[in-house]
T-cell receptor
Framework: ETGVTQTPRHLVMGMTNKKSLKCEQH?????MYWYKQSAKKPLELMFV???????ENNSVPSRFSPECPNSSHLFLHLHTLQPEDSALYLC?????????????FGDGTRLSIL | QQPVQSPQAVILREGEDAVINCSSS?????VHWYRQKHGEAPVFLMI?????EQKGHEKISASFNEKKQQSSLYLTASQLSYSGTYFC???????????FGAGTTVTVRA
């Protein structure tokens, strides 16, 4: 089983919909991350959770709402999104939170906003 | 501020070598290298920590020059499987999070 699993792989939604992205890691890690990947742009860090507590919120609009119920699961709740939010959303995990820790990524959810 | 990667893209024939550079305007504590193939997750290659240690992963190696605030990734005797987009991620001394470069797309042809 892959280390970090994201569902769904693809999501198309209207601007008024509410949906959630799910991430599950099977590596026993204590830190989890949400990144946004847009074409030709660097990965943008959105949120970081360490031991189920949010430790980083990188000026992300409130239409994105993360949730970390336990150290293995991470959600990103979406509502009233804009067309510019269309992107690949990547989840990652690391043993602990720190810039000296390798990060393990999921395959991502490709999000398209109509 | 994100690190700057160069070149943006490189095309190689099997067996050729290439160098990808990653430069930061901030003092660095760590440099990560990842490779992402189309439609797949970025895969961790290696991490270099402050100290200038060179690391290797098969025929892919990297160096870290603290004074120049940059790292270089060396693809030696490239194989078809090396194709993908390579990202560097940098960590500053006083910051836990990584900043990523825009990526270098490597295409290896037979």
């Amino acid at each position: 089983e892959t280390g970090v699993t994201q569902t769904p792989r693809h999501l198309v939604m209207g601007m008024t919909n509410k949906k959630s992205l799910k991430c599950e890691q099977h590596l026993g890690h204590n830190a989890m991350y949400w990144y946004k990947q847009s074409a030709k742009k660097p990965l943008e860090l959105m949120f970081v959770y360490s031991l189920e507590e949010r430790v980083e919120n990188n000026s992300v609009p409130s239409r994105f709402s993360p949730e970390c119920p336990n150290s293995s699961h991470l959600f990103l709740h979406l509502h009233t999104l804009q067309p510019e939010d269309s992107a690949l959303y990547l989840c990652a995990s690391s043993q602990v939170h720190g810039s000296n820790q390798p990060q393990h990524f999921g395959d991502g959810t490709r999000l398209s906003i109509l | 501020q994100q690190p700057v990667q160069s070149p943006q893209a490189v095309i190689l024939r099997e067996g050729e070598d290439a160098v990808i550079n990653c430069s930061s305007s901030k003092a660095l504590y760590s440099v990560h290298w990842y490779r992402q193939k189309h439609g797949e997750a970025p895969v961790f290659l290696m991490i270099l920590l402050k100290g200038g240690e060179q690391k290797g992963h098969e025929k892919i190696s990297a160096s870290f020059n603290e004074k120049k605030q940059q790292s270089s990734l060396y693809l030696t005797a490239s194989q078809l499987s090396y194709s993908g987009t390579y990202f560097c991620g940098t960590g500053a001394s006083n910051d836990y999070k990584l900043s990523f470069g825009a990526g270098t797309t490597v295409t290896v042809r037979a």
